[in-house]
Nanobody, 125 residues
Framework: QVQLVESGGRAIQAGGSLRLSCTSSGNLYSSHSLGWFRQAPGKAREHVASIRWSGGNDATRYAPFVRGRFTVSKDSAKRAVYLQMDNLKPEDTAVYYC????????????????WGQGTQVTVSF
């Protein structure tokens, strides 16, 4: 019955910044990892960034094409995960999903079993 809800997506011009939020209706534990994925029409869902709830070494992972532009973070008290997106590009246009799994913050979407409904990000030229 755990639900993830994403917010913060909107239309924005290239070069701009957005901060996406993902809040969990249930508790998040040290064994969990939260991932951000995105899917454009006609494209497969792809990994953007992920974070291990417990933190520590190797706590975050990024897709090569967003590393240096996007930053994933968390707020344990708020049961929230954030995706700070800077220097957005038109190719970043997609529905962005938050997902949860037990274990490491791996990059495969099939390894995550709880998903939010997504939030639309549209980056124009």
């Amino acid at each position: 019955q755990v639900q993830l809800v994403e917010s913060g997506g909107r239309a924005i011009q290239a070069g701009g910044s957005l901060r996406l939020s993902c809040t969990s209706s249930g508790n998040l534990y040290s064994s969990h990892s939260l991932g951000w994925f995105r899917q454009a029409p006609g494209k497969a869902r792809e990994h953007v960034a992920s974070i291990r709830w417990s933190g520590g070494n190797d706590a975050t992972r990024y897709a090569p094409f967003v590393r240096g532009r996007f930053t994933v973070s968390k707020d344990s008290a708020k049961r929230a995960v954030y995706l700070q997106m800077d220097n957005l590009k038109p190719e970043d246009t997609a529905v962005y999903y938050c997902a949860r799994r037990v274990g490491s913050p791996v990059t495969s979407s099939t390894d995550y079993n709880t998903w939010g409904q997504g939030t639309q990000v549209t980056v124009s030229f």
